[in-house]
Nanobody, 128 residues
Framework: QVQLVESGGGLVQAGGSLRLSCAAS????????MAWFRQAPGKEREFVAF????????YYADSVKGRFTTSRDNANKAMYLQMNSLKPEDTAVYYC?????????????????????WGQGTQVTVSS
């Protein structure tokens, strides 16, 4: 099991940028495939971005492609989400998630059910 803590959320105007961080503790971070999800009020938790255990493979939801970039630093047990050109519809609580896996990609990875460990979330609010 790995413990996850997100940070970096806040209030930003449309068109602005934020960088979220996910700090991990516990087991070997490089053994974990990671992802970002988000959940807006009244909506289901949705996939945002995936990054493989090595960082060599990433993919994104169509709604954020070209605007968001995820990366990881295995030596420092951290994952990041750089969010640019933010829109009001990006407003949500953002979560990082982990699964002990060495996969570089899986159809299951788009579903929040696939992940075993979660952070507490960080609020991102984009004003128009």
């Amino acid at each position: 099991q790995v413990q996850l803590v997100e940070s970096g959320g806040g209030l930003v105007q449309a068109g602005g940028s934020l960088r979220l961080s996910c700090a991990a503790s516990g087991r070997t971070f490089s053994d974990y495939t990671m992802a970002w999800f988000r959940q807006a009020p009244g909506k289901e938790r949705e996939f945002v971005a995936f990054i493989s255990y090595s960082g060599g493979s990433t993919y994104y939801a169509d709604s954020v492609k070209g605007r968001f970039t995820t990366s990881r630093d295995n030596a420092n047990k951290a994952m990041y989400l750089q969010m640019n050109s933010l829109k009001p519809e990006d407003t949500a609580v953002y979560y990082c998630a982990a699964r002990s896996s060495h996969t570089s990609g899986s159809s299951g990875s788009y579903s929040w059910h696939w992940y075993h460990d979660w952070g507490q979330g960080t609020q991102v609010t984009v004003s128009s």
